[in-house]
Each structure stands twice: as C-alpha cells, then as structure tokens.
C-alpha cells in the first residue's frame, strides 16, 4: 500500500531522517517505534504527503508519489491522520467530523448519517451538538479519528496519538483504533514511542532511532531477536555481554562469556564475536553454594545494589561487567539476597539472543 | 448635521468594505506563502499602522490633482477621492491583523485540514471562518481609523459644504470659526458612532463565543 525506498528528509542542514526503506501492507497495523526524535513523525508525515522528503522515492497504492505530476490532494483524500495533539476548529463536534465530508462536496443529507456512525464507532454517540471546545483530552482525540476514519480512508496514520492522554484515555483509543481495524479494514500506520502499545495494536513494526531504520518485523522478533545494539537497548534487553562463540549444536550457540561458557538459543549460524543481549527478567539468580562445577555454565557476580520496582525487584549485579535481574520480590526474599552476596545468575537459552558484533 | 452624518458612515464604510475586501485575500497570501522578505514586510505593514493622516492625503493629493498622473479621473474634492485614501490609510491595520489573526490560530487546523485533503482556497476559506471574531475585531479598528481621521478628509475631500464635508472635517471648521456648541454636537455624533460600532462587534464576538 505504501512502499518508501531510501526516504531522507533534512531540515537546515540537520538530517532527520536517512535512508529508510520499508513496505507497508494493505491491511495490517504497522508501527514506527523509536524513542522522541527518531524521526517517526517526520516519516508519517512524509508518507501523509504533508511534507515532500528530501531524496528517495515514495509510492502510494502504485502510484509513484515522488516522481512529480501525481494528484497530491486527490492521494490525500484516501488517506487520513490524526495528529498527537487534535487540532478542532471552535464549532460543535458534528462540523469538526464533517470536515473531510464537506471538502469532498458530500450533500449534507448523506453526510449526516456517515457522521453519526462514526461517532458512534469511537464511542461518542450523540456528542455532534457538543461544542469541541467543551470536551476532556482524550474524547477529543477520539473527535480526531472519527473525523479522519469519516471518509472512509484507506489508510490512517496516527501520530503518537495517546501520548498526551491519561491510562484510561489511553485504553479507549487503543480499542477504538482496534475497532477501525477489524470493522473496516483499514491499513493503520501509527508512530509511537510506547512499545507496549505497538506490541498490542501492531502486526509489524519498525524501530527506528536517530533517523534510522534499525529492523523491521513482528513485535516477536524485535523483543526477542533484536538485530543491533540500540534495538535490544530499546525493547528492553538491557543486558549487553560482549562473549566469543565456541560452537554451534543444533540451534544453540555456546557462548564464552568471562570464563563461563553460556547457551544461546539462535535461529540462523553465528561465529566469532558477538554480543549477547539478555532481558533482566530471563535471569535466575540463586545462592552460591548451589552451583559450583568446573566448567561453569552460569555467571557468578557479586550484587552491587537492590531497586524495589513494583511487585519485582531489580538486582544489578557485577560480574565483571554489569548485569541486571529482574525477580520477583517473593523470590528475593526466600533466597534472603543482600548487597555484597555472592549469586550464580542463570537464564534459559531462549530468553537470550545473539548480536553479531561488525 | 444628519446630512454630514449619512456622508461621514457612507465614506467611512465604503472605504473599509474595499479595503477588506482587499486585506483578506492578501493577508491571506501572506500568511499562506513563505517567502524571502516575509518578515521585512511585515515590519513594513506594521510600521505603516502609525502613518500619519496627512502623508496619505499628501502623497494622493499629489497622485490624483489635475498636474498628477491620475488627474484626468477628476477624483480631487469627491467622496470617492476620499474613500480611496481612507481605503489606503487603513489598509496596513487589516492586511497586519488579517495575517495576525491567521497566524494565531493554531498551526494543528492548516495540517488537519491538509491532511484531510483540502484545495488552497478550502483551507484559506475555514481558517478565516475561523479566525472570524479576530478578523471582525481588526475590521471595526480599521473602520474607527477612517471615521475618526481629518489628514485626507480635508487634503482629499476639501470639506466642500454639502459635499465633502464629514463630521470630522466639520467639527474643525466650526471651531475655527467659533461655533464651539456645534463641534461638541458633531463630536458626541462622532463618539456615539464609534461606541455603536464597538458595541456591535463585541455583541457578535461575545454571541459567538457563548
């Protein structure tokens, strides 16, 4: 549906976004994910038509948007967005959702009752004579989707749009935006910070940081098979352990990490150095006296410091390089864990993943 | 007196009907597009809000008497010589404020309404639909600049009895010659016409905004 092939886009001289490529199906949800300032709202504006990028080429449906001579308001108007922060005009909430109606020449006779069921699909039956200005955060943001899923687009891009709302808001538009998908099929490109939330509502995803691409794929394969570095910091494999692959036996990869030969669960040959990224939840921590046999399959640290997080606590450890557990709280306590023990730390083969190091 | 009145609104009006007509579509392009000297323009625009009276009457004198380049219309000493340059006294106030008013609305309507797939024209047309009460706010100040100058009245106009003449030009003629009872007359006329004026504009916003 939407296919950009080497998009860049710089602004006075500042590079925001570099060489980014990707495909977005009919259909599906697809998430730009990134920290604030990875270029993705400059990336679903671009693919919008709002702003014309910079190099590379940009096709909607077939059409090749970047080659000049397309109809840009005719493209647009099968296209739709809502902003971050819904922009309504002082009038009541039935003309904002019109809008899109109108500027198509739509009669106001059948204009009204395609109104009327898009208010309803985000929920707010029967607010058309509410005056905009009137109405809470999140109930305007849902004023902007059904204004945007009016006309019926084929494509609806959202721009973080739950980032300024509370949980509550939050939760209601995640449903609402799941409703527009399975009602009306709409290909949904939405960019958002929030990796929960691209793991709830996306299909696909692409992690983006400081302009990049970094990876595109299943929410799956970004948490658990994050190619580089930045991605796995970014999905929360906060543990990166430089190790040297020993050998390979059947999917898993023994991996040298400080003396204590590891497992590694891998889905395709990896050699020579790399970098293992662990999720502080994968890691089992139990006593020292447990564990000792001569080649150690497990990492012995000593704990530098203990962080109450919720019903888990997280235990940095210092094995030589700094390691983070995240364990149960009821755990912690029945092991009787304190600063300055010394803990084996183990982790299932699947809860880790290897990064080759360039 | 009723007669000077009638001319005093009928001059006054007309001049800040055409020059709206011609501030909102160029305030409108002004705001639209980004060009080179943008800025410098609009200091230009803003510098020109404070032009004295009597340069306009001057400088249109000089244009349109029967030595100047515009003198074969025969526009000296007539009404429409006078709205002409009352029309050019204000038109800095609305161009400046039409492309204030637009710019104080909030950035997020002209992408929505991008977005959304809205012609030039369209988008131009709902933002001043919506920046309607601050347009309404400098069209009532441009009017209360024409009504209430004398500089291009009496330069322009000539204060010709019967058919030059407006309140303001009257009032200082009356003084000169003595007859103060009557300029105080023609200046309560003069308030109570500003008054209405400003009463009516802040009816419409206030209605508007309820």
Known sequence: MIRCEGIGWSVGGKTVLDDISLEVERGEVFGLIGPSGSGKSSLIRIMDLLVPPSQGRLWIDTIEVTAGRADLIALRRRMAMVFQRPAVFSSDVYRNVAIGL??????????????EEALDRVGLTGFGPRRASTLSGGELQRVAIARAIVTRPEV??????????????????????????????????????????????????????????????????????????????????????????????????????????????????VGGQVTVAIRPEEIVLSRDDGCRTKVPDHLTGRIVSVDADGPLVRVHLDCGFPLVALIRRLTFLALSLAPGQIVCAEFDPNGAHLIARA | MIEITVRTLIISLSSTLLGTAIAVPVGGLISFREFRGK????????????????????????????????????????????????????????????????????????????????????????????????????????????????????????????????????????????????????????????LVVNFGVNLLQGGGRA
């Open chain 1, 102 to 115: 109108g500027l198509r020449g739509e009669a106001a006779s059948t204009a009204r009752p395609r109104v």
């Open chain 1, 156 to 269: 609806l891009f959202l721009d973080e749009p739950t980032a300024n709302l509370d949980p509550l808001s939050t939760q209601v538009i995640e449903g609402v935006v799941r409703r527009v998908r399975s009602d009306l099929g709409t290909t949904i490109v939405m960019a958002t910070h929030n990796l929960d939330q691209g793991q709830r509502l996306c299909d696909r995803m692409a992690v983006m940081a400081a302009g990049r691409l970094m990876q595109t794929g299943t929410p799956l394969e970004v948490f658990y098979q994050p190619r580089t570095k930045e991605v796995a910091q970014f999905v929360g494999a906060e543990n990166l352990v430089e190790g040297t692959v020993e050998r390979m036996d059947r999917g898993v990869a023994f991996v040298r990490i400080n003396g204590a030969i590891l497992r590694v669960a891998v889905h395709s040959p």
């Open chain 2, 39 to 194: 800025r410098t323009l609009m200091y230009l625009v803003q510098t020109l809000y404070a032009v004295p009276t009597v340069i306009i009457g001057l400088f249109l004198f000089l244009l349109i008497s029967s030595a100047g380049p515009f003198g074969s219309l025969r526009l000296l000493f007539t009404s429409t010589g006078m709205i002409i340059g009352q029309t050019l006294l204000i038109l800095p106030i609305l161009v400046g404020l039409t492309v204030a008013a637009l710019e104080g609305l909030d950035l997020g309507l002209r992408e929505s309404l991008v977005s959304l797939g809205a012609t030039g024209l369209q988008q131009l047309l709902l933002l001043l639909r919506e920046a309607r009460f601050a347009l309404l706010a400098a069209v009532a100040l441009g009017f209360g600049r024409a009504i209430s100058e004398v500089g291009v009245a009496i330069m322009v106009g000539g204060n010709i009895r019967g058919f030059t003449r407006v309140l303001t030009t009257a009032i200082s003629l009356e003084t000169s010659m003595g007859n103060v009872s009557l300029s105080i007359a023609l200046g309560i006329i003069l308030l109570a016409l500003a």
